[in-house]
C-alpha cells in the first residue's frame, strides 16, 4: 500500500529544475504526441484511485452479515427438517423484511454520499511540439508543460519553473486557510515538510493569485492527493460498537440455546423414552424458537434506520447503517480547524489605527454584513482618523473580486484580498467604485522574497502608491523614526500572540507614471495607516457544541496543520483548552515512540502544523489509551485519519471527494453542531436498540423458563406415574408444551415484533447528552439489563405457569389453557412495553400519548392478536377461539404483575444509587 503520509518517493522540491526537467524527461517546448500516448500506455490517466461502488445485491446480503440472522436460519432450517413450513415460512419471512429494510436504507445512503471524482476532473493548458494546448486534465502526463493561471485548479503534482505573484490555495492538504506564496527558485532539504515547498504546485489545489509555468513529475495515483486516495480506498475502518455488542449477543443466544436444548431434550429422553422422541424433538424446537429473539434484526435494522433519518434531518448523511450508533459511543471527536471549526473564510476582526485606536469589526466569514464598531459604537468611514485611508489602501492594493449573484454574495480571488473588500462593504465602499476614482496605472505583485504587494493609481494629476504586506516589511518602507518603529512593530506582535493575521497598510506618493516602468522601483518614505487583524471565525453555534460535548463526557481534541499561534487561540476561544496550554507541533512529535504519543494524547488536546502521518498516529495512538474516536475534516489530509477512526465524520460542503469516501458519516451543512446532533441521536439508537433488545428478551426469556417448568413438571409426572388430566396412558406421561412452537413464534416475530419495532421510534428521554459514553467494549447485556431481564422474565413464566398447571387441574384441555397463556403472554407483553420505555424512570414519567407510534404499535399488537383469536384461518394456524371479557379482566390483573416488579426494581436501583447510575458503566455514575 502506498504511505499515506505527503512525502514525495523523489524529493523534487530538493532539485534544480534542471535535474527535475531531465529526470522527467521533459523538453522546453513540450512533449510530442507520440511521446505522449507511450507515457499514457506506461503511466496511465491522471485519475485519482477510488474504491468501487457497492452493487445493490452486495449491500442486500451484506444485511444477513450477522450472527442473529444465522441462528434464524438455524432454526428455520430445523423446521423445515421436521416438516413445519409454517414456523419456516415465518422465520423466511422476517429474514427477507430485514434485508430488504436494512439494505434500502444503506443504498439511499449511498446514493446520496457516493462522492464524484472532481479534484482532478478539470482543463488544463499545456505546451506540446511548441504549441499551446488546453486538454483534458486525464491525459496530462509527467514531462509536460503545464501554465497556470489564477482560478486554475493544479492538474498534478508539479515542479514549477516560473511565477509571477503566483499563489496557491493547499488547505485541502495542509489545513491552512491563507493562499501559499510560490517561489520557483527556492530550493529546500529534503525533509522539508510539504506545506513549506514553495517550489512545488500540488494536484488539487487551486491557484488564487498570479501565473506560473511548472512541469508535471508526478501523476494519479503517483501524486500526494493519489498516495492519500489510494490509502483511503485499501484500509479497513473497523467495526462499530454496536455490531461488537451484537455480535456478542448473538454468540451469547446461540451458545445458550444449543446448551440448553441439547441438555434438556437429552433430559427429555431420559424421562419419557425413546418412544416419545417426535414430542421431544417439537420440544426441543420449541426451546429454540423461544430463546431467540427472532423479532430482534428487524426491529435493530428499523431503530438504525429511524436513527438514520432523524440523523439526516439534522444534516447528518449515514453512509453505513450500523455507524449510526458509533458517533453515539465515541469519547473523543478529533477535529480538523480550517473548515470544520471554523468558516475557512478570513475575516478582519480588528483594525488598528496608529494612533493607538483599535476598531472592532463583527460580521462573519466573507459576507459584508457587519459593522465597524468604536467600543460599543457603530461608526462610518469617517468614524476614526485615518479609517478612510486604510480601507481604501485594502480595497485598492487588490486582486480580488466581491459582487452579489442573485441575490447572494459571491467571491473569486485570495481570501486575504476577499476580507480587505469585505471591511469597505461594511463601511459603504466597493473596489469598483474606488477604482473609477483612482484609476491603477502599475502594479508590483506579492511575491515570497518582498513579502509586499503594491499598486499605483492616478489622483488628479498626482500618482499614490498603496501598499500592504508584512508587518516589518511595510513599516522599513514607512518614514518613521526608530522608536516609532519599534513601537508599532510591538502593537503588531500583541495582534499575533491573540491569534490574529497581521497585515500592515501604507500609502504615499509615487514616481511618475514614465518612471513606474522600471520594475526595481520600490516604495518609500509610506505613511504608515495602521494594521488589519484577521482570522478565520468560527463557526456559528460551534462553541456551544463543544461545551455540550464535553457535558455528555466527549473530549475534543484540535489537530491541524495551522500555525500554533492561531490554533492554540482558536482552541482557547472554543474552550478546547485552558489558557495555560500550548499547542504541540508537529515538529515536536517527530520521532516520538508509540508510549509517548499515548502519554501525549492523554495530557494535550491542540496540535499545530500537524502532518496527516502524524493526525493517523494521534488518532491510533488515542484508540490505544482507550478512546473510541471520531475524526471529522473536509480536507485530503483528513482521509487517512478518518479512515482509520473508530468512526469517520466528513464534510459534506467543503469537503473533497476523498475525505468524504474516507467517512461513514458525512456533515451535509459543514456544520461541527450538528455532529453533537449526531451524537446525540446516535446515544437514542442505543438506547432503542437497548429497550428493544429488553422487551424481546424478557419474553423470550420468560418462554423457555415456561417450557423448562413443563419439563420439570413432567419429570415429576413421571415419577408420580399419573397426576393431571393432561398425562396420557402408556409409555408415560405426555410431555407438556404449555405453548406450540407456531404460538412461540406468532409472540416473538408477530404481538412483540410489532412492539419491538415501535420501541424504536421512542424519542429520547431528555438527558442523553448528560451521560457519559459507553465504553464500546460494553456488552449490551450489563448489570441493569441482566437485573431487568431476569425479575421480568422470572414474573411472566412464573405466573404463566401457575396459570397453565391450574387449567390442567381444573381439567381444561391443553388447547384451551395454551390459548389463554398465548393471550397472557401478549397482554404481557403489552406492559413490558411500558416498563421499557426508560430503565430507570417510572413507567408513569412519559405520556403514553408522547409515542403515538408506540401507542399505535402497543395497540395494534392487541388488535392483531384479537384477529388471530377470532379469524378463522388464524384460529387453524394458533390453535386459538375468543375469550370472554370476564376472562379478559382477569388476565390483564395477572398482566399487571410485571408492572408492579419492575417499579419496585426502578425503585430498588434508585435507593442502592441515589446519585445516578450509567447503565453502561456497570458501576455509580462518576460525573
Known amino acids: 500500500m502506498p504511505n499515506p503520509e505527503m512525502k514525495q518517493a523523489t524529493p523534487w522540491h530538493a532539485l534544480e529544475s534542471g535535474e527535475v526537467i531531465e529526470r522527467v524527461d521533459g523538453a522546453s517546448t513540450g512533449l510530442s504526441d507520440a511521446e505522449v500516448r507511450r507515457r499514457l500506455e506506461r503511466h496511465g490517466p491522471n485519475q485519482l484511485p477510488e474504491a468501487a461502488p457497492p452493487t445493490w445485491w452486495g449491500i442486500l446480503l451484506r444485511q444477513?452479515?450477522?450472527?442473529?440472522?444465522?441462528?434464524?436460519?438455524?432454526?428455520?432450517?430445523?423446521?423445515?427438517?421436521?416438516?413445519?413450513?409454517?414456523?419456516?415460512?415465518?422465520?423466511?419471512?422476517?429474514?427477507?423484511?430485514?434485508?430488504?429494510?436494512?439494505?434500502?436504507?444503506?443504498?439511499?445512503?449511498?446514493?446520496?454520499s457516493r462522492a464524484l471524482q472532481k479534484l482532478l476532473h478539470v482543463r488544463v493548458t499545456v505546451s506540446r511540439d511548441g504549441a499551446t494546448r488546453e486538454i483534458a486534465s486525464e491525459e496530462v502526463v509527467p514531462g509536460d508543460l503545464v501554465f497556470l493561471e489564477s482560478g486554475n485548479r493544479v492538474p498534478a503534482d508539479l515542479r514549477l519553473l516560473s511565477a509571477q505573484g503566483l499563489q496557491i490555495d493547499e488547505s485541502f492538504l495542509t489545513g491552512e486557510s491563507v493562499a501559499v506564496t510560490k517561489d520557483p527558485d527556492w530550493q529546500g532539504a529534503a525533509e522539508t515538510p510539504l506545506g513549506d515547498q514553495q517550489n512545488m504546485a500540488f494536484g488539487g489545489a487551486v491557484v488564487t493569485r498570479g501565473r506560473g509555468r511548472g512541469i508535471v513529475v508526478q501523476t494519479g495515483a503517483e501524486t500526494v492527493v493519489g498516495h492519500?486516495?489510494?490509502?483511503?480506498?485499501?484500509?479497513?475502518?473497523?467495526?462499530?460498537?454496536?455490531?461488537?455488542?451484537?455480535?456478542?449477543?448473538?454468540?451469547?443466544?446461540?451458545?445458550?440455546?444449543?446448551?440448553?436444548?441439547?441438555?434438556?431434550?437429552?433430559?427429555?429422553?431420559?424421562?419419557?423414552?425413546?418412544?416419545?422422541?417426535?414430542?421431544?424433538?417439537?420440544?426441543?424446537?420449541?426451546?429454540?424458537?423461544?430463546?431467540?429473539?427472532?423479532?430482534?434484526?428487524?426491529?435493530?435494522?428499523?431503530?438504525?434506520?429511524?436513527?438514520?433519518?432523524?440523523?439526516?434531518?439534522?444534516?447528518?448523511?449515514?453512509?453505513?447503517?450500523?455507524?449510526?450508533?458509533?458517533?453515539?459511543?465515541?469519547?473523543?471527536?478529533?477535529?480538523?480547524?480550517?473548515?470544520?471549526?471554523?468558516?475557512?473564510?478570513?475575516?478582519?476582526?480588528?483594525?488598528?489605527?496608529?494612533?493607538?485606536?483599535?476598531?472592532?469589526?463583527?460580521?462573519?466569514?466573507?459576507?459584508?454584513?457587519?459593522?465597524?464598531?468604536?467600543?460599543?459604537?457603530?461608526?462610518?468611514?469617517?468614524?476614526?482618523?485615518?479609517?478612510?485611508?486604510?480601507?481604501?489602501?485594502?480595497?485598492?492594493?487588490?486582486?480580488?473580486?466581491?459582487?452579489?449573484?442573485?441575490?447572494?454574495?459571491?467571491?473569486?480571488?485570495?481570501?486575504?484580498?476577499?476580507?480587505?473588500?469585505?471591511?469597505?462593504?461594511?463601511?459603504?465602499?466597493?473596489?469598483?467604485?474606488?477604482?473609477?476614482?483612482?484609476?491603477?496605472?502599475?502594479?508590483?505583485?506579492?511575491?515570497?522574497?518582498?513579502?509586499?504587494?503594491?499598486?499605483?493609481?492616478?489622483?488628479?494629476?498626482?500618482?499614490?502608491?498603496?501598499?500592504?504586506?508584512?508587518?516589518?516589511?511595510?513599516?522599513?518602507?514607512?518614514?518613521?523614526?526608530?522608536?516609532?518603529?519599534?513601537?508599532?512593530?510591538?502593537?503588531?506582535?500583541?495582534?499575533?500572540?491573540?491569534?490574529?493575521?497581521?497585515?500592515?497598510?501604507?500609502?504615499?506618493?509615487?514616481?511618475?507614471?514614465?518612471?513606474?516602468?522600471?520594475?526595481?522601483?520600490?516604495p518609500s518614505g509610506l505613511t504608515l495607516l495602521g494594521f488589519i487583524g484577521m482570522i478565520d471565525p468560527l463557526r456559528p453555534g460551534v462553541k456551544d457544541s463543544i461545551a455540550h460535548c464535553h457535558q455528555a463526557g466527549v473530549r475534543v481534541c484540535m489537530i491541524t496543520g495551522d500555525h500554533p499561534i492561531t490554533a492554540t487561540a482558536i482552541a482557547r476561544e472554543l474552550g478546547i483548552a485552558s489558557e495555560e496550554t500550548e499547542a504541540i507541533t508537529g515538529a515536536e512529535l517527530e520521532g516520538k515512540s508509540e508510549t509517548e504519543l499515548e502519554e501525549i494524547i492523554r495530557e494535550r488536546s491542540i496540535f499545530a502544523r500537524v502532518a496527516p502521518q502524524q493526525k493517523l498516529d494521534l488518532v491510533q495512538a488515542a484508540q490505544r489509551v482507550g478512546h473510541f474516536v471520531a475524526v471529522t475534516g473536509d480536507g485530503v489530509n483528513d482521509a487517512p485519519a478518518l479512515r482509520a477512526a473508530n468512526i469517520g465524520v466528513a464534510m459534506g460542503l467543503s469537503g473533497t471527494d476523498v475525505a468524504r469516501e474516507a467517512a461513514e458519516l458525512v456533515v451535509s451543512d459543514d456544520d461541527f453542531s450538528s455532529i453533537v446532533g449526531g451524537i446525540e441521536e446516535g446515544r437514542v439508537a442505543y438506547d432503542n436498540v437497548r429497550k428493544v433488545v429488553a422487551q424481546l428478551t424478557a419474553t423470550g426469556a420468560a418462554e423457555v423458563m415456561l417450557v423448562c417448568f413443563a419439563l420439570a413438571a413432567g419429570g415429576v409426572l413421571a415419577l408420580m406415574a399419573g397426576g393431571f388430566p393432561g398425562a396420557t396412558e402408556g409409555t408415560g406421561p405426555q410431555i407438556l408444551l404449555p405453548l406450540l412452537p407456531v404460538q412461540l413464534l406468532w409472540l416473538n416475530l408477530v404481538t412483540n415484533g410489532i412492539q419491538g419495532v415501535a420501541l424504536a421510534f421512542e424519542p429520547s428521554e431528555g438527558d442523553v447528552l448528560k451521560r457519559r459514553p459507553r465504553p464500546p467494549e460494553e456488552p449490551i447485556f450489563n448489570r441493569l439489563m441482566i437485573e431487568r431481564t431476569l425479575i421480568a422474565s422470572g414474573v411472566m413464566a412464573t405466573v404463566a405457569f401457575g396459570l397453565y398447571i391450574y387449567g390442567l387441574s381444573q381439567g381444561w384441555s391443553t388447547l384451551q389453557t395454551g390459548n389463554l397463556l398465548l393471550l397472557l403472554m401478549v397482554l404481557f407483553e403489552n406492559i413490558h412495553v411500558g416498563n421499557n420505555r426508560s430503565e430507570t424512570k417510572t413507567a408513569f414519567a412519559f405520556s403514553p400519548f408522547r409515542s403515538p407510534y408506540l401507542l399505535a404499535g402497543v395497540v395494534g399488537a392487541l388488535v392483531v392478536h384479537i384477529l388471530g383469536m377470532n379469524l378463522p384461518i388464524l384460529r387453524d394456524i394458533l390453535q386459538t377461539e375468543p375469550v370472554g371479557l370476564r376472562t379478559w379482566a382477569t388476565l390483564l390483573m395477572l398482566a399487571l404483575t410485571v408492572l408492579v416488579a419492575m417499579e419496585i426494581h426502578k425503585w430498588s436501583w434508585a435507593k442502592r444509587y441515589p446519585d445516578g447510575y450509567h447503565s453502561a458503566s456497570g458501576g455509580p455514575d462518576r460525573k
Request: hydrophobic share 45%; glycine share 10%.
Open 64 to 112: 444477513f452479515y450477522n450472527p442473529l440472522i444465522f441462528v434464524l436460519g438455524l432454526a428455520a432450517v430445523v423446521a423445515i427438517l421436521i416438516g413445519d413450513w409454517k414456523d419456516a415460512s415465518f422465520i423466511g419471512i422476517v429474514l427477507l423484511a430485514n434485508s430488504l429494510i436494512g439494505g434500502y436504507q444503506e443504498w439511499r445512503a449511498e446514493q446520496s
Open 228 to 522: 492519500l486516495a489510494q490509502a483511503v480506498t485499501s484500509a479497513d475502518s473497523g467495526t462499530a460498537p454496536l455490531l461488537k455488542r451484537m455480535h456478542g449477543f448473538a454468540r451469547l443466544v446461540a451458545a445458550v440455546v444449543l446448551i440448553i436444548a441439547t441438555v434438556l431434550g437429552g433430559i427429555g429422553v431420559l424421562i419419557h423414552g425413546r418412544e416419545n422422541l417426535d414430542q421431544i424433538f417439537l420440544f426441543t424446537v420449541a426451546l429454540a424458537v423461544a430463546a431467540i429473539p427472532e423479532g430482534l434484526p428487524a426491529a435493530l435494522t428499523v431503530a438504525l434506520a429511524i436513527a438514520t433519518s432523524r440523523m439526516a434531518k439534522r444534516r447528518v448523511i449515514v453512509r453505513r447503517l450500523a455507524a449510526v450508533e458509533g458517533l453515539g459511543s465515541c469519547t473523543m471527536v478529533a477535529s480538523d480547524k480550517t473548515g470544520t471549526l471554523t468558516c475557512n473564510e478570513l475575516t478582519v476582526r480588528t483594525v488598528l489605527l496608529t494612533d493607538g485606536k483599535r476598531l472592532e469589526v463583527t460580521g462573519e466569514g466573507f459576507s459584508p454584513e457587519g459593522e465597524v464598531r468604536d467600543g460599543e459604537n457603530p461608526i462610518g468611514i469617517d468614524g476614526a482618523e485615518g479609517l478612510g485611508d486604510l480601507v481604501l489602501a485594502g480595497a485598492l492594493c487588490n486582486e480580488a473580486d466581491l459582487y452579489k449573484h442573485d441575490g447572494e454574495w459571491d467571491w473569486r480571488g485570495d481570501a486575504t484580498d476577499i476580507a480587505l473588500l469585505a471591511l469597505a462593504r461594511k463601511l459603504g465602499r466597493s473596489r469598483d467604485e474606488l477604482s473609477r476614482t483612482f484609476p491603477q496605472v502599475h502594479e508590483i505583485p506579492f511575491e515570497a522574497e518582498h513579502r509586499y504587494a503594491a499598486t499605483y493609481h492616478r489622483d488628479g494629476d498626482a500618482v499614490r502608491v498603496f501598499v500592504k504586506g508584512a508587518t516589518e516589511r511595510v513599516v522599513e518602507m514607512c518614514d518613521l523614526d526608530s522608536e516609532a518603529r519599534q513601537r508599532f512593530a510591538e502593537a503588531a506582535e500583541v495582534l499575533a500572540i491573540e491569534g490574529y493575521r497581521v497585515l500592515a497598510l501604507a500609502m504615499g506618493p509615487a514616481p511618475s507614471e514614465q518612471e513606474l516602468d522600471k520594475k526595481s522601483v520600490e
